[in-house]
């Protein structure tokens, strides 16, 4: 069992940055990690996704340039760097982590373990 807890979230304006970080309970069959983020009521948005051997990402295209996945591999913490915010960006944001397959997608439901989520609000 993979225990991920997330950080970071916070309220900031438009055009600010935050940097999310999730905690991951020690497992070295986690192949791949990624972020999601949801609203209530709406679907589900993968946002970013890395894979734990080669660092390899993959990013949806509303945030292509401005957020950045990376992952500390030696103290099991994934992060994502978020620029360059827009109110569209608030959310809800989950990490999550898969230790069945290396293909890299950004469909949540695909991963085995989710975290709790932390809260990302963005004013105009």
């Known amino acids: 069992q993979v225990q991920l807890v997330e950080s970071g979230g916070g309220s900031v304006q438009a055009g600010g940055s935050l940097r999310l970080s999730c905690a991951a309970s020690k497992d070295t069959h986690i192949r791949r990690m990624m972020w999601f983020r949801q609203v209530e009521g709406k679907v589900r948005e993968g946002v970013a996704t890395?894979?734990?051997?080669?660092?390899?990402?993959d990013y949806a295209d509303f945030v292509k340039g401005r957020f950045t996945i990376s992952l500390d591999s030696a103290n099991n913490t994934l992060y994502l760097q978020m620029n360059n915010l827009e109110p569209e960006d608030t959310a809800m944001y989950y990490c999550?982590?898969?230790?069945?397959?290396?293909?890299?997608?950004?469909?949540?439901?695909?991963?085995?373990?989710w975290g709790q989520g932390t809260q990302v609000t963005v004013s105009s």
């Open positions: 999550a982590a898969d230790d069945r397959s290396w293909l890299l997608t950004l469909f949540p439901s695909s991963y085995r373990y």
């Open positions: 890395i894979s734990t051997s080669a660092h390899t990402t």
